[in-house]
Structures are given as C-alpha cells and as structure tokens.
C-alpha cells in the first residue's frame, strides 16, 4: 500500500486536495453529517425492529421510510471519503485503523442489504416472530454497535501515528 500511498500523494488531485486548505475539513464535515443520517436511519429501523417506536408502520413501511436515506447517505460517505484518501493517501491506506473501519463498515453494509433482503422476500418476516424477540434484540444491539464501531474506527484514523513518506 505504501507504493500505492506514495503515487497518489503525487497526482495532481491529490496535490490539488493537499494546496486549498478548506477541502479536507470541508469534505470531512460532509462525511460526518452523512454518516449521522447513517446511524439515524439504523436506530430509527431498529426501533421499529423493537416495537419501541413506530409501530403504527409496518417494517415494509420503515424500510421504504429510512433505508433510502441510509444508502444515499452511504454513497455520499462514498464520495467523500474517495476524496480523503486522494488528498491524505498516507494517511489512510498505510492506516491499519482505516482497513478495521473498511472491514467493520463491509460487515455493517452486509448486515443492512441482508435486512433489507429479508424483507424482499418475506414482507412480514420480522412482525411475525414473537419467539425470537430475544435473537433480534441481540440482531439489533449488534447491528447498531457494529455502526458505532465504524464512527470510532473512522475518528481512530486521524489519531494512529502512520508518519508521511
């Protein structure tokens, strides 16, 4: 990866992103509100998964409610954090906290498309199982702390000393 670090650190978007100043913070600030608009759509999911909120909606209606709002805030997050790594390649892909965030937020897209996959198939999935409270009480504080190990890992970036080349 330090090959990798080394030549983009050079391209001239990279250098461009490196000489005005207002970019990164501007674009980190992006990311951090897309990733909040993230973590509302899963806590407000997953209190409806909960019956503690919204009950008056089916799970279909909560999913089409807040899902979109997750995978447009995603693809921002997307978007931003290309520029980020193009303008501080050194600073992430040298990063093992930056592939901890990468792996932990592979895992949380993984968990979202599955749920939103259970309900393609079977609408009623996840009202209809009053057995298993306990396991989707688990299914959710997993999910949500996996979220919220994505936010740290992605603040933990910017706090591993990985020195320039």
Not at 79 to 98: M, S, Y
Request: charged content about 15%.
């Amino acid at each position: 990866m330090g090959a990798l670090a080394e030549w983009l650190a050079g391209t001239q978007a990279s250098l461009a992103i490196q000489d005005m100043l207002w970019i990164v913070p501007t674009v980190q600030t992006v990311h951090i509100l897309a990733m909040s608009v993230v973590m509302s759509s899963m806590f407000m999911i997953g209190l409806r998964i909960l019956n503690l909120a919204g009950g008056y909606h089916t799970m279909t209606e909560a999913a089409r409610r807040f899902l979109p709002w997750m995978w447009w805030a995603l693809a921002v997050n997307l978007i931003t954090g290309l520029v980020l790594i193009i303008g501080e390649p050194w600073r992430t892909l040298n990063n093992p906290t930056f592939w901890l965030k990468m792996a932990l937020l592979a895992v949380a897209v993984a968990a979202a498309a599955g749920f939103e996959r259970t309900l393609r198939r079977d609408a009623g999935f996840w009202e209809r199982r009053p057995g298993d409270r306990k396991t989707v009480r688990v299914l959710v504080a997993t999910n949500f702390l996996l979220w919220c190990c994505v936010i740290v890992a992605g603040r933990w970036i910017a706090y591993t000393d990985v020195p320039p080349p």
